[in-house]
């Protein structure tokens, strides 16, 4: 019986465990094979698909010019029906614009704020009106856009006009006296303007020097003395010197 060198034993275990290998690399290979068929054939559908798209993408366009066209010449008719050009009714569309987003820009104010743009209000609100007779709002949507503007004003009006109060706190928790209260945020933010409150409030205050707590004094609008106000002021400035001037 012939002996079976080490050299024999390890060439047929590397014969056994090769011989798998060789195999699945074969199988790999034509799994990859039939994948990159189906890759291929995957391509194809897709670019055909790409071109079909493009296609639709091309009618559609075709489509929108002529839609574009089609309401253009709506708009033209409409307007020459309502004796109004095309650019006026874009110049009243810019306004309008320009009107909403002042508008949402004065909303986002405190009534004390809000205050010194009254008379703003006032003048936007006179054309709002106007612009509601305009031949231009019998279109709905230009229509509908004044009518909200013009509520919106009406509104931002109203918040002024209620009558604003500021209930006295003390001295020794709020440190309020006429000159503190002015400054405040929320009233005038300009404590010069104590003298609108006094003038404001002389059912109560009979010296400015001294008011109470829990008194609800009136906040009167402005964001300027009046003459009147400026005259009491003054007078008060001078009393305040004679008093303290040595004699």
Request: proline letters at 3%; a positive charge; charged letters at 30%.
């Amino acid at each position: 019986m012939k002996k079976i060198s080490l050299f024999s034993i390890i060439a047929i275990a590397i014969f056994v465990s090769v011989s798998p290998l060789v195999a699945q690399e074969e199988m790999t290979r034509e799994e990859w094979q039939t994948q990159m068929a189906t890759y291929k054939a995957k391509q194809a559908e897709l670019q055909a698909e790409l071109l079909k798209l493009n296609a639709e993408i091309e009618e559609l366009k075709t489509q929108s010019t002529k839609l574009d066209a089609d309401i253009t010449a709506c708009e033209d008719a409409l307007y020459a029906l309502l004796g109004v050009t095309r650019a006026e009714v874009e110049a009243f569309e810019k306004e309008l614009t320009q009107m909403e987003n002042r508008i949402a820009e004065l909303q986002r104010m405190s009534d004390a704020e809000l205050v010194n743009y009254k008379d703003e209000l006032v003048r936007m609100d006179a054309r709002a009106k106007e612009m509601a007779k305009s031949k231009i709002c019998m279109i709905p949507r230009y229509n509908d856009r004044v009518n909200a503007l013009r509520q919106k004003i009406t509104a931002l009006l109203n918040s002024i006009q209620k009558e604003k109060t500021y209930t006295v706190g003390t001295w020794a928790k709020d440190r309020d006296c006429l000159w503190n209260i002015a400054k405040k945020k929320d009233i005038y933010a300009n404590a010069w303007m104590w003298p609108k409150i006094w003038q404001g409030n002389r059912d109560k205050i009979k010296d400015p020097d001294i008011i109470k707590p829990k008194w609800v004094l009136k906040i009167p609008e402005g964001k300027e003395l009046s003459k009147e106000e400026k005259s009491a002021a003054n007078k008060y400035y001078r009393q305040k010197a004679s008093v303290s001037s040595p004699e």
